[in-house]
């Protein structure tokens, strides 16, 4: 045989070549078709515009044609638009700052987000894998759960619980990923406001020092850095209540405001004593309610309330908010201020701590009671 004079043919069903005399394949046994109107066809082909006229061209054209490969399975335009499509939604949601890896618990989650907060990014990305998702509600509730872990005390002056007066997440939005074990692949984008820029925070930093400075606590016990430290705010801060209805000042709702003005809201208040304390080494939390927010302190192995909010102005010896236990501190809404930040994550700060029962320095606090 020869493939410059075209002396052979291929089965048309498995390509096979075969000469010319052969009446059927003898690869597969198949019935094979004249050579002259094969090679005529193939000729044809090869001569049309565009197409190269060799020899060995067009015998590769006619293999081709006359025994195809089984046609491999593909996307088709529509399909390349619809990946093309959800690739650029999933983007613009979850986009270049999207968190690669999925945490698996809350408390992992949070120390993500905290670390966005801290750089004061406007746009928290997270994942987490979780059973707790419930569509008809949204991913708020669970962003607050990561959100409140973020929010927890962390002994620092300029973090834990105070993010949570100094920081508000405006927007939420989640992207669900359903898995084979029934959970979901929660992707989540959380907008945030912030009340101060880092600027102000540093600030903020170099003034409480100057504060604590003025108050001399070197070698102070933990009962006296408290007791100076509220000395301090009661006789040098006021309540603002001018800007009390102004939604666009946010100053008011920080320590920032507070030691810039002297004067602040209840959270600004909170937040200074918080911020202060702490800094002093001081165990000190932050608790609010829907309107509201105070402090509790840790003393000799106890926990007590105090207002400074509520003692403004007044002198040590009428102080009605200050150490008390949680027999004796009365709280209720009080002044109708509204929510501030993420305040709301704040209401149950005091679960599972011991709290003694009465003002610090009561007698019955000896009765262990």
Not at 155 to 168: F, P, Q, V
Not at 253 to 269: D, L, M, N, P
Not at 276 to 290: C, D, F, P, R, Y
Request: hydrophobic share 35%.
């Amino acid at each position: 045989m020869s493939e410059g004079n075209y002396n052979y043919k291929f089965c048309p069903k498995c390509g096979a070549r075969a000469d010319s005399g052969d009446a059927f394949c003898v690869n597969c046994g198949a019935p094979l078709r004249q050579p002259a109107a094969q090679t005529q066809t193939t000729a044809q082909t090869a001569a049309r515009p565009g197409n190269q006229t060799s020899a060995q061209t067009a015998a590769q054209t006619f293999t081709q044609t006359a025994a195809p490969k089984p046609a491999e399975k593909k996307c088709g335009a529509k399909g390349v638009v619809l990946v093309i499509i959800a690739a650029v939604i999933l983007w613009a949601i979850f986009g270049n700052g999207s968190s690669n890896k999925v945490y698996k618990d809350y408390a992992s989650a949070g120390a993500h987000v905290k670390a966005q907060i801290l750089k004061h990014d406007e746009i928290l990305y997270v994942s987490l894998n979780t059973r707790d998702y419930n569509k008809f509600l949204g991913g708020t509730p669970i962003a607050n759960k990561i959100l409140t872990q973020a929010f927890a005390y962390d002994k620092s002056a300029d973090k834990g619980e105070r993010l949570g007066l100094i920081s508000w997440a405006t927007q939420v939005e989640a992207y669900q990923m359903p898995q084979k074990d029934g959970s979901d692949n929660l992707n989540l984008k959380i907008h945030m406001r912030y009340f101060l820029t880092e600027d102000q925070e540093k600030e903020l930093a170099t003034a409480a020092q100057r504060i604590l400075s003025s108050l001399n606590l070197s070698g102070k016990s933990d009962y006296e850095k408290v007791r100076a430290i509220y000395n301090y705010i009661c006789s040098h801060m006021t309540y603002d209540y001018a800007r009390l209805d102004d939604d666009s000042d946010v100053l008011k709702y920080t320590a920032y405001g507070a030691v810039k003005r002297s004067t602040a809201v209840c959270s600004g208040i909170a937040d200074l004593f918080y911020y202060l304390a702490n800094s002093a080494g001081v165990e000190t939390h932050i608790k609010t309610n829907s309107v509201h927010a105070w402090n509790f302190v840790r003393l000799g192995g106890k926990y007590y309330y105090l207002d400074a909010t509520w003692d403004l102005g007044k002198s040590e010896a009428n102080y009605d908010y200050f150490l008390k236990g949680s027999a004796d501190f009365q709280h209720y809404g009080g002044l109708q201020i509204g929510l501030f930040g993420n305040g709301n994550l704040l209401t149950d700060t005091d679960k599972g701590y011991t709290f003694s029962s009465f003002e610090y320095g009561s007698p019955y606090n000896d009765l262990n009671i």
